[in-house]
T-cell receptor, first 112, second 115 residues
Framework: AQKITQTQPGMFVQEKEAVTLDCTYD???????LFWYKQPSSGEMIFLIY??????QNATEGRYSLNFQKARKSANLVISASQLGDSAMYFC?????????FGAGTRLTVKP | NAGVTQTPKFQVLKTGQSMTLQCAQD?????MYWYRQDPGMGLRLIYY???????DKGEVPNGYNVSRLNKREFSLRLESAAPSQTSVYFC??????????????FGDGTRLSIL
């Protein structure tokens, strides 16, 4: 069964605007971690931000923040003040135990 | 600052050939992983090694074998390559198994084509 769902195959945003990338997940384990990775066209996977299931506050890392709604099982990534260099694939992932499950990804394109 | 190093970066094989993808990390991490990435499907776990001396199957292990040579190195072997194994392969490592707050650090990937 699909554990991580990213419903937006592609998104466009104007430079300097904010954008939200959606992610929903499915788990019955009370302890889990949620991650977002960025994959630019060069192909490497870059870790962006982490949210733990017991964290009371939403995670933030610079221009990245995670809108964590535990009851709705959603962990949306918010990128503020988009830059051209933000154009990439973005993957949401969940870790319950040792392995990590990834969503299918969202391709973000930032327009000048 | 090497992090996770994968070799080779590109490879073309014929159906039935064998090959080994190499992965090494210099972060003293305990856990290592092999993923494949296919278009539209995100990353799927092939095998992982929670610690030196242990390996376990992931979501898509068929057609692959792995070896955790030492704490640094984790190799993935295709014994008889098939066109369905054409993919981009990523190796990753993380500090501690079983703790959900540990991010995985990825290599740059190996682009493998099977003709």
């Amino acid at each position: 069964a699909q554990k991580i769902t990213q419903t937006q195959p592609g998104m466009f945003v104007q430079e300097k605007e904010a954008v939200t990338l959606d992610c929903t997940y499915d788990t019955s384990d009370p302890s889990y971690g949620l991650f977002w990775y960025k994959q630019p066209s060069s192909g490497e996977m870059i870790f962006l931000i982490y949210q733990g299931s017991y964290d009371q506050q939403n995670a933030t890392e610079g221009r990245y923040s995670l809108n964590f709604q535990k009851a709705r099982k959603s962990a949306n990534l918010v990128i503020s003040a988009s830059q051209l260099g933000d154009s990439a694939m973005y993957f949401c992932a969940m870790r319950e135990a040792i392995d990590m499950r990834f969503g299918a990804g969202t391709r973000l394109t930032v327009k000048p | 600052n090497a992090g996770v190093t994968q070799t080779p970066k590109f490879q073309v094989l014929k159906t039935g050939q064998s090959m080994t993808l190499q992965c090494a990390q210099d972060m003293n991490h305990n856990s290592m992983y092999w993923y494949r990435q296919d278009p539209g499907m995100g990353l799927r776990l092939i095998y992982y090694s929670a610690s030196e001396g242990t390996t376990d199957k992931g979501e898509v292990p068929n057609g692959y074998n792995v070896s955790r040579l030492n704490k640094r190195e984790f190799s993935l072997r295709l014994e008889s390559a098939a066109p369905s194994q054409t993919s981009v392969y990523f190796c990753a490592s993380s500090e501690t198994p079983g703790l959900s707050n540990q991010p995985q650090h990825f290599g740059d990937g190996t682009r493998l084509s099977i003709l």
